[in-house]
């Protein structure tokens, strides 16, 4: 009897040990989801993340899942060092809005969409040449301008920037230097060209564009300078030919009514009786 009752309660007791160490493992395998958070999409659909300190546009980047250029696609603000500053305010992501339920149908569930992948950035160049015969064409010997500025603005608001140009020379192409506008994001744009005192426009200063994706776009202005047409010859014109040749052609004139008069006498028949004696009656 008593054999019957021991073995039975060290079993239970082995148990009892058996689920305290199961609950024990359990709790130190779970993991610490403290501290993670879980940006939430705005009324809008964006999900926006707030800069703190040690931040930058990599880090940002990924730890949202997406690309620098996707996050620059959307803060278009974002300056070309990719700047961040304590407290602002970035959008990482677009949730598209649902639309609002109808009375007595279900609405159904959205999945989480990712946001689309950016498709790429294209350069525009700008020149502006020192036109010095004012054709409008640029000559090999034509070179950049310094002090002009362009700038350059997508027609939808989203893109703007200005630069300023230069007569810089690469030395290895004997070629003028390009102001050039990198990462621009493909799309429609206009550009401008404010020419620097002392020049005048030799052609348009305003175009609309289209690029896309992996384009280079390259876009001459011309200019003259205002000094560059004086001390230049004039046309002969009739009224500053010279006097020599008008007197030259009087005494050309002169010459051969001489001529004619001498060949005239030459001609004429002599007196035959001239000099013969005479009888007088």
């Avoid at 060290?10 to 609950?23: D, E, Y």
């Avoid at 230069?166 to 102001?179: H, K, M, Y």
């Avoid at 506008?181 to 401008?192: I, R, T």
């Amino acid at each position: 009897m008593k054999k019957q009752i021991v073995f039975p309660g060290l079993f239970v007791l082995l148990l009892l040990f058996a689920g305290m160490a199961l609950t024990a493992n359990g709790a130190s395998a779970a993991p610490d989801l403290q501290g993670f958070v879980t940006s939430t999409p705005g009324p809008d659909g964006r999900i926006i993340y707030i800069v703190v300190e040690g931040d930058n546009c990599g880090q940002v980047a990924l730890l949202h899942g997406i690309t620098v250029p996707q996050l620059r696609q959307f803060n278009t603000r974002l300056d070309q060092d990719c700047t961040l500053t304590v407290g602002q305010q970035l959008v990482v992501g677009l949730v598209p809005q649902a639309a609002p339920p109808t009375v007595g149908i279900p609405t159904p569930t959205l999945p989480a969409v990712t946001p689309t992948p950016f498709t790429g950035t294209t350069e525009v160049c700008v020149l502006l040449f020192d036109d010095l015969n004012g054709d409008a064409l640029r000559q090999e010997t034509e070179f950049g301008i310094e002090g002009g500025a362009v700038s350059l603005t997508n027609l939808n608001g989203s893109y703007s920037q200005t630069l300023n140009t230069t007569s810089a020379v690469d030395p290895d192409l004997v070629e003028p230097i390009r102001s050039c506008f990198e990462d621009v994001p493909q799309g429609e744009y206009n550009v401008s060209m404010a020419v620097p005192d002392g020049y005048n426009p030799t052609m348009s200063l305003s175009y609309t564009f289209t690029v896309k994706a992996g384009d280079r776009a390259s876009i001459d202005f011309g200019a003259q300078s205002k000094t560059a047409t004086l001390g230049e010859p004039t046309e002969p014109t009739e009224t500053n030919r010279s006097p020599f040749l008008g007197i030259f052609g009087i005494l050309l004139l002169l010459g051969g009514i001489g001529l004619g008069y001498f060949a005239y006498r030459a001609n004429q028949p002599k007196n035959r009786l001239k000099g013969s004696p005479l009888t007088k009656r």
